[in-house]
Structure formats: C-alpha cells, structure tokens
C-alpha cells in the first residue's frame, strides 16, 4: 500500500511532511467527486494551511538536513 518511505523521501525535493500535505491535499480537493468527501478535503486543507513553517537545518559537520529537534539528536557520521 502506497511508496515505501524511502522512495517517498527521496521524491519531496527537500520538502517538509508540511508542506507534502498541503501539496497532496490540493490535489485531492481537484479530484473528489463526492460533495461530503470534498468538503472534508477542503477542511483538511484549510487546517493544513494553519501548521506552523518549520525550516529544515543542515548539521554542520556531516551536511545531513532535517528538522532542528532530528538534527541535534542524529548520530553524526563523518565517513
């Protein structure tokens, strides 16, 4: 059922998991058909619009680029 997580991360082009759901769910809201599945897509939408912009960080000793809280806790490998 769907991508494998990998594959996935490898095709958001530095997008955020954010910024991902806005961009499937405007795709959805063109698509539905069904007046009650459209309505709740456009609400998810609309919540989606109201998360906060979280910038991605790059760790300065391995370049590895993630959320802040996800790059202070990665184990750094310098090969």
Known sequence: MGTPRTERAAMTDGRT???E????????????EDPDARAHVEAALEAAEEL???????????????????I????????
């Open 52 to 70: 906060p912009v979280r910038p991605l960080v790059e760790c300065p000793v391995c370049g590895r680029v993630g959320l802040p809280e996800r």
């Open 21 to 32: 759901l806005r961009m499937h769910l405007a795709q959805a809201a063109t698509r539905v």
């Open 17 to 19: 998991a954010a910024e």
């Open 72 to 79: 202070t806790a990665h184990e750094c490998r310098t090969w």
